[in-house]
């Protein structure tokens, strides 16, 4: 029983020492963590060419109200524009949100409640839709657009740590705040 022994422990000793395959350990190591990288910069940089996307087209569109040449837009048309005009955003009138209000300057309350998104898991029903009001001339107005996406690496990097509703979408904000052009021939 001893040869065995001997015999095994030289033929495990003979292996350990050899250097064939010595190229594949660091190949190994470092192949998943540049991969881990090359996905989270691919999905940073998608998540940033979307979000400025959405703020551009947002800005465009908002010009107009600011202006007072759009008068009594709908959520519907607004969102039209938006998404015409963003270009790169997937099923874009599916996704996005627009909620337009003015804001209380004797009182400047602060907003009651975070961006709504649309919840693709279930149909919005009206109630649950975002308040869309173009507001009077001077009027300070604030609006918020929200859009959903799904993660391009959802297991990996960066779409791994994203915060993500129930579906897995991760939601992109977009902020502004206006004041309507004076009402023309006003008191």
């Known amino acids: ?38 996905m989270s910069s691919l999905e940073q940089g998608i998540l940033l060419l979307r979000h400025v996307m959405l703020e551009h087209a947002v800005d465009v569109s908002v010009r107009d109200l600011r202006l007072g ?10 969102k039209k524009v ?13 996704v996005l949100l627009v909620e337009l209000r003015p804001i209380d300057t004797t009182t400047w309350s ?3 409640t975070g961006p709504v998104c649309v919840d693709r898991a279930s149909p919005m029903e009206p109630e649950d839709m975002p308040e869309f009001e173009d507001g009077e001339g001077d009027q300070i107005m604030l609006i918020r657009a929200c859009v ?40």
Do not use: Q
């Not at 040449?69 to 607004?78: A, G, I, L, Q």
């Not at 993660?151 to 705040?177: E, H, I, R």
């Open 1 to 38: 029983m001893t040869t065995v022994m001997k015999r095994m422990r030289g033929w495990l000793w003979r292996k350990c020492r050899e250097e064939d395959g010595a190229s594949t350990i660091p190949f190994v190591i470092i192949v998943p963590a540049f991969l881990v990288l090359l």
């Open 148 to 187: 959903k996406f799904d993660p391009v690496f959802p297991t990996t990097g960066l779409g791994f740590y994203l915060p993500k509703d129930n579906t897995g979408a991760y939601a992109l904000v977009t902020m502004s705040a206006y004041v309507n052009e004076p009402d023309l021939g006003g008191s």
């Open 82 to 94: 938006v998404c015409s005009r963003a270009g790169i955003i997937p099923d874009c009138e599916n």
């Open 69 to 78: 040449t759009w008068k009594d837009p709908t959520h519907d048309e607004f």
């Open 110 to 112: 602060p907003l009651n």
